[in-house]
């Protein structure tokens, strides 16, 4: 057991939180990292809307030569292009459906496109955050920022479809890691109240991305040079994150590195212009040492009933949100012009997100989320309402379009918080792998997103009927998951058990399986 200490003086235990608040919560050094975590993530939303959302990929339906040539269609012809787009078919503008000429018998390839990238996401995610956990955030968060940054400039270069497909494979699962890296690092870097609202301001910089990634799409003249923007956003946080950052401390204490996380809040205190931290000694929330706590396995939250349900409960919530987020983005076809409606949607998420900064801070976790899945399940029983389609608001759009926009921007805000809530509630451990696990079947609800593009030439209620019913289970799976506000975030097993009170035959059993694994 390391300590820290001086000559004749009295050591005290401390946790890593309490030391990071004695080095200044809100110093320089964690206003840089939230800074450098919010701009990756603002870079990870561009590369997801530009990747996989057909609001900045128009589909274009079977456009006969006459109508792509003649400036006066019949009417009677197929030609239909989006409602309020204007598409220009010219040499000297070219788009990732123009280009392969994805519309007719090949329309389908525009959804199948979104759901490679989502597999690319499904299948590394779990693999890619065992490697978080055992390499370290900030190693693994470079070598994912550094995948990204090849593949990007990879696409600017095919030359057909399988190309392009196979590289959102590529890319989805790159952006399966680091966006799970990205989000420990910058949450074990801060104290709770200072880490709930950089994961808020990070998530809706992922929403902004989204809205730049629609205009840059909207002015830039070919498809392929809307891949740089995030490459240099990737190229830069990446050379910041290896001369800035050291490792985190939770991480190293969690590991048994007890010096190194020494050396790494000292660092951090001399950044921020705080004195040494000296005679204490490094101790879990329940002031246990974690020496014996190495050995503690992904498989062991799923021996225990208490994170077993609570990873349960939380995988579907997770699912249940991207359904409504991804499924609501991708029927934005159907609401205007969808270029300005993703612009639009993305600097709508802003408030809704930053407000739950306030409210999960006074009512807690747990019921801001039931708040935030109520909310958005108004409004989408609104738009059942098939007079909302007719009550203009502005240009071409109407009240549906502002219920659909405000419902997405709830889901939107629930993304942000159900990161918060599943990181408090998982140890340093097995964080990163718990969350994958989670995110996994998040991911599942990707991959069916696409198919509201199908599901609406069937009926245009499905999808919204589908998504009430999730949010009315997840509202009451919720109630099954402590609240964690207020909680030091924990490092082991044992810290998460007594933290929420669960019966001393969970320690028992959870003893039993140690003494199993020694052997």
């Known amino acids: 057991m390391f300590k820290s200490v001086s000559l004749n003086d009295e050591v005290v235990e401390k946790t890593i939180q309490e030391c990071l608040n004695d080095t200044n919560p809100k110093g320089r050094f964690q206003l840089i990292v939230i800074a450098l975590v919010t701009l990756a993530t603002g870079g990870l939303g561009y590369i997801t809307f530009q990747l996989q959302s057909l609001s900045v990929l128009p589909e274009i339906f079977c456009l006969s030569e006459k109508c792509k040539l003649s400036s006066e269609a019949d009417e009677d012809m197929i030609c239909t292009l989006k409602r309020g787009l204007d598409w220009e078919f010219s040499s000297e503008r070219s788009n990732y459906v123009t280009e392969f000429d994805l519309y007719c018998d090949n329309k389908y390839l525009i959804s199948l496109g979104s759901t490679f990238y989502f597999v690319g996401f499904f299948f590394a995610v779990s693999p890619l955050s065992a490697v978080v956990d055992r390499l370290g955030r900030k190693v693994s968060t470079e070598l994912f920022f550094l995948f990204l940054i090849a593949f990007l400039s990879l696409s600017t270069l095919v030359s057909n479809i399988w190309q392009v497909l196979l590289l959102r494979v590529c890319l989805g699962a790159c952006f399966g890691g680091a966006s799970i890296s990205n989000f420990v690092l910058g949450y074990e870097f801060t104290s709770a109240s ?14 902004m991305g989204g809205g730049l990634a629609g205009f840059v ?10 891949m740089i923007p995030p490459a240099v956003i990737f190229a830069f946080v990446g050379l910041a994150y ?32 705080y004195p040494m931290l000296n005679n204490f000694e490094l101790v879990s929330a329940t002031g246990q040492s974690t020496d014996s706590k190495q050995g503690q396995s992904f ?7 208490f994170f077993r349900r609570s990873l349960i409960c939380f995988s579907f919530c997770w699912f249940t949100i991207s359904v409504c987020y991804y499924g609501l983005e991708f029927n934005a076809s159907t609401l205007g012009n969808e270029y300005l409606v993703m612009m639009l949607m993305g600097c709508f998420d802003f408030p809704f997100k930053m407000a739950l900064y306030v409210i999960a801070g006074k009512i807690g976790r747990q019921k801001s989320c039931q708040l935030y899945l109520s909310l958005a399940l108004i409004c989408l029983i609104l738009t059942a309402i098939p007079q909302t ?29 159900i990161y918060i809530y599943t990181s408090e509630i ?9 969350m994958s696990t989670c995110s996994t079947c998040a991911r599942v609800g990707s991959l069916l997103a696409p198919l509201v593009i199908l599901v609406n030439e069937i009926s245009p209620s499905i999808i919204y009927v589908f998504i009430v019913v ?11 998951i402590p609240e964690t506000l ?3 975030l924990p490092n082991c097993v044992e810290d998460c058990l007594e933290m929420f009170g669960e019966t001393p035959g969970e320690l028992q059993r959870l003893t039993k399986l140690e003494k199993g694994e020694d052997q």
């Not at 998982?426 to 718990?434: A, D, N, Y």
């Not at 999730?470 to 099954?480: F, T």
């Open 217 to 226: 799409a909207m002015v830039s003249p070919c498809w392929q040079q809307t």
């Open 470 to 480: 999730c949010l009315l289970i997840s509202m009451g799976l919720l109630r099954k």
């Open 486 to 488: 207020g909680k030091p």
């Open 194 to 207: 200072v880490a709930t609202f950089a994961t808020l301001l990070s998530s809706a910089a992922f929403s």
């Open 389 to 417: 389609d007719y009550i203009p608001i502005s240009g071409n759009f109407t009240m549906k379009t502002m219920l659909v926009a405000s419902g997405r921007a709830f889901s939107g805000g629930l993304f942000a918080l």
């Open 299 to 305: 498989g062991i939250l799923w021996s225990i009933p």
């Open 242 to 273: 290896h001369f800035h950052l050291t490792e985190t401390p939770h991480w190293l204490f969690s590991k048994g590195m007890e010096l190194d996380a020494v050396c790494a809040l000292n660092r951090i205190a001399r950044f921020n212009g």
């Open 426 to 434: 998982l140890p340093t451990l097995v964080r990163s792998v718990g």
